[in-house]
Each structure stands twice: as structure tokens, then as C-alpha cells.
């Protein structure tokens, strides 16, 4: 007998390879969803702290190499006062310049740049760079240079200050601020014929009125103030007068800052290096 066979009878294949296509979608899907451990999604989900972990480190090293830097910075310029080569003064002088005007050519450098000659090697004063020792400082190397002191007669008195008159030689004490230079002032005022403070906060003209007729021979001011001071119509102080220039270079403020990160600090040594000043750092 013949009979009608059903779809699930045959054994074409046909019915059989639809139901199993669907079972393999399902089958497919599931492991999609259902995923075993250590697969691939697995292992990105781990990265993602890795990642983290990294970005934290580098972080951290870079914070490192920074203090260790600023550190680093730190000592170089504390050392410099101590620096027995007035060439090697020169050349962390001249870097600093460099770094300061980028954009300029080797030849414009060139005409910013000092000479060892300019410098002068302070390291046989072995005392500590302080403002205690800062009068001891200037004492022991331009004595000759502060006006006479009270013991002597009122008429040799009266001579030599014709004489400082007639010669006058300035001693000026470079601080990077108008707080520090207050305190070099203080520091310094109980020299013969004490010192005389230049700073911003006073008004041009005094200070100019004082530079005029002060018997004292040390000022006490920052970068800006003197070089307004030279550049004032009919200064009363002289590129050429200044002979001696100290640098505060041991004093460093919060941000481990000096007076050689102020930029006039350069521009008014160069002008006063070039008129026949020395530079002797602190």
C-alpha cells in the first residue's frame, strides 16, 4: 500500500536541516550570552584595571622625575655660590639665557651671553650663605669701599666724604624680590654708612633724591628697581659707579625660585658688566 508520508516521515533532509539550523541559532546565541571562563571578553574586562594601573604609574614616575629635577635645580643653584670656576658660573648663566629667548639666533645669543671675566669666585668664604653672615661677607672683601667710620676726627670725616663724593663706588646687593631685599637692608644697615634700600613699592623720584645724596655705599634692591634707577632722566647713579654686584644667589622662595629666575636679572648685569662691574655670588 501507498501511503501518504508526512513531513516528519521523510528523510530528505529538508525539515530536518530547518529544525537544526534554528537549534544551531539558538545554540550559537547561547554561547554568545554564556560565555566560558578565560574567554576573550573575559580577559578585556581584566585589562581595564591594567590599564589604570599604568596610567597611574607613569603618573607617579613622572611626579618623581619631577621632584628629583627640582631638586636637582636646587642644588645647582645653592652650589653655584661655591663655585670656584667663574667659567663654569658663566656657562649656567648663559644656559639660562638660552632657555629664556628661544627664539632667538646663535649670533643674537652670543651678544647676551657673559664671559668668566665677568664673575668672580666667591668659594673661599666658607661661612654659611646667610643674612647673618652677609655683613662678614661684604667686610671681608670691600671694606675699602664703605665710608669712613665715626672714630676718626669731624674734619677727616669731612675730607673723605668730599672724597666719597668726588669717588663714588656702589657695592649693589641683588635680591629676586622687595620682601628679600627689605631683609638684606636689615642685614646690612649697621655697615659704616649703612645701606640703602631700592625697591618698588617706594616712589621713583625718593628713591632717586636718596641715591643723590646717601653716604652709604651698599644697595639693597631688586633687578627692576635699578635698572629704573640707570635709565631714569638725569640718574643720579652711574653705570660706571657700580662697581661691585651681588648676587643673592643662595636665597630660594617657595617654589625653589632665585634671583637668576627674574629676567631683568640679566638684562641689568649686562649692562653694568659692560660699563666694568663684577659679579660675586652669595
Partial sequence: MTTSAGGDDLDDGLEYNVSLSEDEGTAVNTEEIKLPLGSADDNDEADEPSSGNKRKHKSSALKEKKRIKMETDMQTKKNLSKEVSPEIIADFVNSKISQKNPDLSSLELSELYFTKTDFRSTSDFTDERTLNNLGDFILSRFKNMLPAGSKKS???????????Q?????????????????????????LSGSSLKLINKNKLDVDLKLVKTTRSRVLCCTPGRLAKVLASEDAPLKKSEVKIIILDNSYLDKKLQNVWDIKETTEVLKELTLSGSKVYLY
Fill in 154 to 164: 669731624k674734619k677727616s670725616l669731612k675730607s673723605e666724604e668730599q672724597k666719597d
Fill in 166 to 190: 668726588d669717588e663714588r663706588k656702589f657695592i649693589a646687593v641683588l635680591s629676586m624680590s622687595a620682601l628679600r631685599a627689605c631683609d638684606v637692608h636689615r642685614a646690612t644697615r649697621d
